[in-house]
Protein backbone atom coordinates (compact mmCIF):
# COMPACT_ATOMS: atom_id res chain seq x y z
CA UNK A 1 0.00 0.00 0.00
CA UNK A 2 1.86 3.35 -0.81
CA UNK A 3 0.99 6.17 1.34
CA UNK A 4 2.28 9.68 1.73
CA UNK A 5 3.33 11.21 5.58
CA UNK A 6 2.96 14.25 6.33
CA UNK A 7 4.83 15.75 8.85
CA UNK A 8 3.52 19.94 9.55
CA UNK A 9 6.40 21.38 11.72
CA UNK A 10 9.50 22.19 10.80
CA UNK A 11 12.11 19.83 10.18
CA UNK A 12 16.25 21.01 11.01
CA UNK A 13 18.92 19.68 8.33
CA UNK A 14 22.28 19.21 10.10
CA UNK A 15 22.93 21.87 7.99
CA UNK A 16 21.17 24.26 9.74
CA UNK A 17 18.66 24.60 7.08
CA UNK A 18 15.09 24.51 7.93
CA UNK A 19 12.41 23.07 6.22
CA UNK A 20 8.72 24.07 7.18
CA UNK A 21 7.15 20.79 6.24
CA UNK A 22 7.68 17.52 4.83
CA UNK A 23 5.83 15.04 2.51
CA UNK A 24 7.51 11.13 3.10
CA UNK A 25 6.33 8.93 0.29
CA UNK A 26 6.44 4.78 1.71
CA UNK A 27 5.14 1.66 0.57
CA UNK A 28 4.26 -1.00 3.04
CA UNK A 29 3.39 -4.47 2.35
CA UNK A 30 1.75 -7.45 4.52
CA UNK A 31 0.20 -6.97 7.36
CA UNK A 32 1.87 -5.94 10.83
CA UNK A 33 1.54 -8.24 13.56
CA UNK A 34 0.11 -7.11 17.15
CA UNK A 35 3.45 -7.54 18.95
CA UNK A 36 4.98 -5.51 16.03
CA UNK A 37 8.21 -8.28 15.70
CA UNK A 38 7.72 -9.17 11.81
CA UNK A 39 9.45 -5.92 10.26
CA UNK A 40 11.62 -6.02 7.82
CA UNK A 41 12.70 -2.14 6.70
CA UNK A 42 14.27 -1.31 3.20
CA UNK A 43 16.40 1.32 2.24
CA UNK A 44 16.37 1.72 -1.15
CA UNK A 45 19.59 3.48 -3.52
CA UNK A 46 19.94 6.90 -5.70
CA UNK A 47 17.18 6.57 -8.31
CA UNK A 48 14.92 4.19 -6.72
CA UNK A 49 11.95 4.59 -4.86
CA UNK A 50 9.51 2.94 -2.10
CA UNK A 51 7.89 -0.04 -4.65
CA UNK A 52 10.59 -2.51 -3.96
CA UNK A 53 8.66 -5.31 -5.45
CA UNK A 54 9.27 -3.40 -8.62
CA UNK A 55 12.81 -2.72 -8.46
CA UNK A 56 14.17 -5.87 -6.26
CA UNK A 57 11.35 -8.25 -7.56
CA UNK A 58 13.72 -11.55 -6.93
CA UNK A 59 13.45 -10.71 -3.17
CA UNK A 60 9.87 -9.98 -3.38
CA UNK A 61 6.90 -12.73 -2.85
CA UNK A 62 5.94 -15.62 -1.64
CA UNK A 63 9.05 -18.06 0.10
CA UNK A 64 11.15 -15.19 -0.55
CA UNK A 65 13.27 -13.01 1.62
CA UNK A 66 10.46 -10.06 1.60
CA UNK A 67 7.38 -12.56 1.92
CA UNK A 68 3.96 -10.17 2.56
CA UNK A 69 2.56 -13.50 3.99
CA UNK A 70 5.24 -13.58 6.60
CA UNK A 71 6.55 -10.21 6.84
CA UNK A 72 5.73 -6.27 7.39
CA UNK A 73 7.30 -4.61 4.69
CA UNK A 74 8.41 -1.13 4.58
CA UNK A 75 10.43 1.16 2.34
CA UNK A 76 10.46 4.69 2.29
CA UNK A 77 11.14 7.07 -0.49
CA UNK A 78 14.12 8.90 1.43
CA UNK A 79 14.19 12.88 2.17
CA UNK A 80 15.33 14.75 -0.89
CA UNK A 81 14.01 12.11 -3.09
CA UNK A 82 11.55 12.75 -5.86
CA UNK A 83 9.00 10.27 -5.72
CA UNK A 84 6.30 11.74 -3.76
CA UNK A 85 9.09 12.94 -0.78
CA UNK A 86 10.06 16.65 -0.02
CA UNK A 87 12.80 17.23 -2.29
CA UNK A 88 14.84 20.08 -4.57
CA UNK A 89 11.37 20.39 -6.98
CA UNK A 90 8.87 19.75 -4.52
CA UNK A 91 5.92 22.70 -3.95
CA UNK A 92 6.24 23.03 -0.33
CA UNK A 93 10.01 23.69 -0.63
CA UNK A 94 10.49 27.54 0.27
CA UNK A 95 11.45 29.22 -3.04
CA UNK A 96 14.97 30.09 -2.02
CA UNK A 97 15.67 26.54 -1.74
CA UNK A 98 14.29 25.42 -4.78
CA UNK A 99 15.68 22.90 -7.31
CA UNK A 100 19.32 23.41 -7.88
CA UNK A 101 19.28 25.60 -4.30
CA UNK A 102 18.31 22.54 -2.32
CA UNK A 103 20.06 22.70 0.96
CA UNK A 104 22.24 19.55 1.90
CA UNK A 105 20.15 16.91 2.91
CA UNK A 106 22.75 14.46 4.57
CA UNK A 107 22.31 10.39 5.60
CA UNK A 108 21.45 11.35 8.79
CA UNK A 109 18.57 13.54 7.73
CA UNK A 110 17.12 10.92 5.94
CA UNK A 111 17.55 8.34 8.67
CA UNK A 112 15.61 10.97 11.12
CA UNK A 113 12.93 11.62 8.87
CA UNK A 114 12.73 7.44 8.90
CA UNK A 115 12.47 7.70 12.58
CA UNK A 116 9.33 10.51 11.62
CA UNK A 117 7.54 7.51 9.57
CA UNK A 118 8.50 4.81 12.14
CA UNK A 119 6.83 6.55 14.63
CA UNK A 120 3.77 7.01 12.85
CA UNK A 121 3.53 3.28 12.00
CA UNK A 122 4.00 2.51 15.77
CA UNK A 123 7.13 0.17 15.33
CA UNK A 124 9.62 -0.06 17.82
CA UNK A 125 11.79 -2.47 16.42
CA UNK A 126 13.13 -3.78 13.01
CA UNK A 127 13.45 -7.57 13.00
CA UNK A 128 15.98 -6.86 9.55
CA UNK A 129 17.33 -3.91 8.30
CA UNK A 130 18.44 -4.64 4.53
CA UNK A 131 19.95 -1.77 2.25
CA UNK A 132 22.18 -1.76 -1.03
CA UNK A 133 24.37 1.13 -1.87
CA UNK A 134 23.01 4.17 -0.88
CA UNK A 135 20.46 2.73 0.89
CA UNK A 136 22.56 0.49 2.73
CA UNK A 137 24.54 4.20 3.77
CA UNK A 138 21.13 4.64 5.58
CA UNK A 139 21.40 1.34 7.02
CA UNK A 140 24.51 1.64 8.61
CA UNK A 141 23.90 4.75 9.74
CA UNK A 142 20.52 3.86 11.45
CA UNK A 143 22.11 0.72 12.71
CA UNK A 144 25.03 3.08 14.17
CA UNK A 145 22.84 5.71 16.09
CA UNK A 146 19.79 3.92 16.59
CA UNK A 147 21.22 0.47 17.49
CA UNK A 148 18.51 -0.59 19.66
CA UNK A 149 16.27 -0.50 16.98
CA UNK A 150 17.84 -3.31 14.76
CA UNK A 151 17.58 -6.97 15.35
CA UNK A 152 19.13 -8.00 12.01
CA UNK A 153 21.74 -5.78 9.51
CA UNK A 154 22.54 -7.21 5.88
CA UNK A 155 24.20 -4.10 3.85
CA UNK A 156 25.13 -4.61 0.17
CA UNK A 157 27.66 -2.68 -1.71
CA UNK A 158 28.10 -0.04 0.61
CA UNK A 159 30.32 1.84 2.66
CA UNK A 160 31.07 3.08 5.93
CA UNK A 161 32.28 6.55 4.42
CA UNK A 162 32.25 7.59 0.32
CA UNK A 163 35.52 7.35 -0.58
CA UNK A 164 37.78 9.89 -3.09
CA UNK A 165 36.97 7.73 -6.18
CA UNK A 166 33.29 7.67 -5.36
CA UNK A 167 33.36 11.25 -4.64
CA UNK A 168 34.84 11.83 -8.05
CA UNK A 169 32.35 10.44 -10.05
CA UNK A 170 29.36 11.80 -8.43
CA UNK A 171 31.37 15.60 -8.65
CA UNK A 172 32.30 14.56 -12.55
CA UNK A 173 28.44 14.09 -13.08
CA UNK A 174 27.39 17.16 -11.61
CA UNK A 175 29.86 18.99 -13.98
CA UNK A 176 27.91 17.57 -16.35
CA UNK A 177 24.68 19.14 -15.16
CA UNK A 178 26.16 21.96 -14.28
CA UNK A 179 27.07 22.25 -17.98
CA UNK A 180 23.49 22.36 -19.10
CA UNK A 181 22.64 26.44 -19.36
CA UNK A 182 18.74 25.02 -18.46
CA UNK A 183 20.02 23.88 -15.09
CA UNK A 184 22.12 26.93 -14.05
CA UNK A 185 19.10 29.14 -14.72
CA UNK A 186 17.39 26.84 -12.52
CA UNK A 187 14.38 26.80 -15.24
CA UNK A 188 11.56 24.41 -13.78
CA UNK A 189 11.75 21.73 -16.59
CA UNK A 190 15.92 22.44 -16.40
CA UNK A 191 19.04 20.16 -16.05
CA UNK A 192 17.30 17.34 -18.77
CA UNK A 193 20.84 17.27 -21.07
CA UNK A 194 23.19 17.77 -18.17
CA UNK A 195 21.26 14.74 -16.39
CA UNK A 196 21.66 12.66 -19.69
CA UNK A 197 25.21 13.08 -19.31
CA UNK A 198 25.18 12.51 -15.68
CA UNK A 199 23.85 9.42 -16.11
CA UNK A 200 25.98 7.94 -18.96
CA UNK A 201 29.35 8.83 -16.72
CA UNK A 202 27.91 7.01 -13.65
CA UNK A 203 26.74 4.01 -16.19
CA UNK A 204 30.87 3.92 -16.22
CA UNK A 205 31.08 3.23 -12.58
CA UNK A 206 28.12 0.89 -12.32
CA UNK A 207 29.37 -1.65 -14.80
CA UNK A 208 32.29 -3.43 -15.60
CA UNK A 209 34.14 -3.19 -19.04
CA UNK A 210 34.31 -6.98 -19.32
CA UNK A 211 30.26 -6.47 -19.48
CA UNK A 212 30.36 -3.84 -22.07
CA UNK A 213 32.31 -5.32 -24.39
CA UNK A 214 30.76 -8.75 -23.99
CA UNK A 215 27.12 -7.04 -24.94
CA UNK A 216 27.97 -3.75 -26.77
CA UNK A 217 30.64 -5.22 -29.19
CA UNK A 218 30.85 -4.53 -32.82
CA UNK A 219 30.32 -7.19 -35.07
CA UNK A 220 31.47 -5.55 -38.38
CA UNK A 221 35.31 -4.21 -38.37
CA UNK A 222 33.82 -1.40 -40.77
CA UNK A 223 31.85 0.05 -38.48
CA UNK A 224 33.36 3.47 -38.09
CA UNK A 225 29.88 5.28 -36.11
CA UNK A 226 26.68 4.95 -34.50
CA UNK A 227 28.39 2.33 -32.15
CA UNK A 228 26.23 0.35 -30.20
CA UNK A 229 28.10 1.11 -26.69
CA UNK A 230 27.43 4.81 -28.20
CA UNK A 231 23.45 4.41 -28.26
CA UNK A 232 23.75 2.25 -25.07
CA UNK A 233 24.96 5.26 -23.32
CA UNK A 234 22.49 7.84 -24.57
CA UNK A 235 19.26 5.68 -24.22
CA UNK A 236 20.13 5.06 -20.66
CA UNK A 237 20.67 8.52 -20.09
CA UNK A 238 17.14 8.88 -22.26
CA UNK A 239 15.59 6.62 -20.30
CA UNK A 240 16.68 8.41 -16.78
CA UNK A 241 15.85 11.88 -17.92
CA UNK A 242 12.27 10.90 -18.61
CA UNK A 243 12.02 9.74 -14.65
CA UNK A 244 14.03 11.47 -12.50
CA UNK A 245 14.43 15.41 -11.44
CA UNK A 246 17.78 16.88 -12.69
CA UNK A 247 17.65 18.54 -9.48
CA UNK A 248 17.15 15.46 -7.41
CA UNK A 249 19.67 13.91 -8.86
CA UNK A 250 22.14 16.44 -8.03
CA UNK A 251 21.48 17.09 -4.85
CA UNK A 252 21.07 13.39 -3.63
CA UNK A 253 24.58 12.71 -5.21
CA UNK A 254 25.95 15.32 -2.43
CA UNK A 255 23.95 13.25 -0.19
CA UNK A 256 26.09 10.66 -0.86
CA UNK A 257 28.91 12.20 -0.57
CA UNK A 258 28.70 13.39 2.89
CA UNK A 259 28.38 10.34 3.88
CA UNK A 260 30.57 8.93 7.03
CA UNK A 261 29.90 7.09 9.89
CA UNK A 262 32.95 8.18 11.48
CA UNK A 263 31.75 12.00 12.32
CA UNK A 264 30.88 12.75 15.35
CA UNK A 265 33.00 9.59 17.09
CA UNK A 266 36.60 9.76 17.49
CA UNK A 267 36.93 7.67 14.56
CA UNK A 268 35.14 5.03 11.85
CA UNK A 269 36.16 2.41 14.15
CA UNK A 270 34.44 3.89 17.01
CA UNK A 271 31.27 4.26 15.39
CA UNK A 272 31.11 0.85 13.73
CA UNK A 273 31.21 -0.84 17.35
CA UNK A 274 28.09 1.14 17.79
CA UNK A 275 25.86 -1.35 16.04
CA UNK A 276 24.78 -4.53 18.15
CA UNK A 277 22.44 -6.52 15.24
CA UNK A 278 23.61 -9.32 13.43
CA UNK A 279 25.10 -8.42 10.76
CA UNK A 280 26.15 -9.73 7.04
CA UNK A 281 27.87 -7.39 4.83
CA UNK A 282 28.12 -9.18 0.87
CA UNK A 283 30.61 -7.35 -1.49
CA UNK A 284 30.48 -7.73 -5.23
CA UNK A 285 33.79 -9.18 -6.62
CA UNK A 286 33.77 -7.12 -9.62
CA UNK A 287 32.56 -3.86 -8.00
CA UNK A 288 34.76 -0.79 -8.82
CA UNK A 289 32.41 1.63 -7.13
CA UNK A 290 31.79 0.31 -3.51
CA UNK A 291 34.25 -2.21 -3.58
CA UNK A 292 34.65 -5.69 -1.96
CA UNK A 293 37.67 -4.26 0.65
CA UNK A 294 34.90 -2.01 1.89
CA UNK A 295 32.33 -4.41 2.85
CA UNK A 296 34.98 -6.56 4.48
CA UNK A 297 36.02 -3.82 6.19
CA UNK A 298 32.59 -3.17 7.66
CA UNK A 299 32.30 -7.22 8.31
CA UNK A 300 35.79 -6.69 10.24
CA UNK A 301 34.58 -3.83 12.39
CA UNK A 302 30.92 -4.37 13.37
CA UNK A 303 30.79 -7.08 16.56
CA UNK A 304 28.85 -9.54 15.06
CA UNK A 305 29.27 -9.27 11.49
CA UNK A 306 29.33 -11.80 8.66
CA UNK A 307 31.29 -11.17 5.18
CA UNK A 308 30.17 -13.09 2.37
CA UNK A 309 31.98 -12.06 -1.64
CA UNK A 310 29.68 -12.72 -4.79
CA UNK A 311 30.99 -12.82 -8.27
CA UNK A 312 28.99 -11.04 -10.97
CA UNK A 313 29.85 -9.71 -14.05
CA UNK A 314 27.92 -6.52 -13.31
CA UNK A 315 29.91 -4.86 -11.14
CA UNK A 316 28.08 -2.55 -8.83
CA UNK A 317 24.78 -3.37 -10.77
CA UNK A 318 25.12 -7.04 -9.45
CA UNK A 319 23.37 -5.99 -6.28
CA UNK A 320 20.21 -5.31 -8.74
CA UNK A 321 20.67 -7.85 -11.19
CA UNK A 322 21.75 -10.93 -9.17
CA UNK A 323 18.48 -10.93 -7.41
CA UNK A 324 18.43 -14.55 -7.22
CA UNK A 325 21.47 -14.92 -5.66
CA UNK A 326 21.23 -12.20 -3.46
CA UNK A 327 17.60 -13.51 -1.75
CA UNK A 328 19.23 -17.32 -1.66
CA UNK A 329 22.47 -15.66 0.59
CA UNK A 330 20.46 -13.49 2.61
CA UNK A 331 17.04 -16.05 3.47
CA UNK A 332 19.27 -18.57 4.34
CA UNK A 333 21.73 -16.35 6.73
CA UNK A 334 18.22 -14.60 8.20
CA UNK A 335 16.34 -17.32 9.03
CA UNK A 336 19.29 -18.97 11.33
Known sequence: MSNIFRYKKSFKLESGEVLPELKLAYTTYGKLHTDATNVIWVCHALTADSNVDQWWPDLFG??????????????????????????????????????????????????????????????????????????????????????????????????????????????????????????????????????????????????????????????????????KASSYQRYQGEKLVKRFCPYAYYAITKSMDSHHLGRGFDSTYQALQQVTAKTLCIGIMSDILFTPEEQFFLAENIKDATYIEIESIYGHDGFLVEGSKINRLVSSWYIK
Open 62 to 227: QGRLLDPEKYFIVCVNFLGSCYGSTGASSPEVPKQFQRKNFPLVNIADMVKAHQLVMNHLNIKKIQLLLGASLGGQQALHWAVHYPKQIQKLCVIATNAFHSSWGIAFNDSQRLALEADESFQDNKLDGGKLGLKAARAIALLSYRTSKIYNQTQSEVSPAKQTDF
